[in-house]
């Protein structure tokens, strides 16, 4: 059974940095491709980053050189690194796993639970 805990997320003034993790148990994928999504209020979900275990990150525009998406093998948990956090980011912000065999079949994968980042002054 794959699980996963996100941890991390609150309450920042813009300007500020958080990071959240997403701690994943019961992983067997040879391969796996783990993403960050938020959704604000009023808005569908939307991808912020992915990265693939052995490749490269991609990321949103809208957090493209402010955001940083991480992989850590050997504590199988996902980073995800933000600096420079304006308003436009408070959103509920979730972790995805998904296999390569997920991502041929078009299934959602797996999702965490969800945590809350709010950009305010």
């Known amino acids: 059974q794959v699980q996963l805990v996100q941890s991390g997320g609150g309450s920042v003034q813009p300007g500020g940095s958080l990071r959240l993790s997403c701690l994943v148990s019961g992983n067997a994928f040879r391969t796996l491709i783990m993403g960050w999504y938020r959704q604000a209020p009023g808005k569908q979900r939307e991808l912020v980053a992915d990265i693939r275990s052995g490749g490269s990150p991609n990321y949103a525009d809208s957090v493209k050189d402010r955001f940083t998406i991480s992989l850590d093998n050997a504590e199988n948990t996902s980073y995800l690194q933000m600096n420079s956090l304006e308003p436009e980011d408070t959103a509920v912000y979730y972790c995805?796993?998904?296999?390569?065999?997920?991502?041929?079949?078009?299934?959602?994968?797996?999702w965490g639970p969800g945590t809350q980042v709010t950009v305010s002054s």
């Open positions: 995805n796993l998904k296999s390569l065999l997920i991502v041929a079949r078009g299934d959602p994968g797996y």
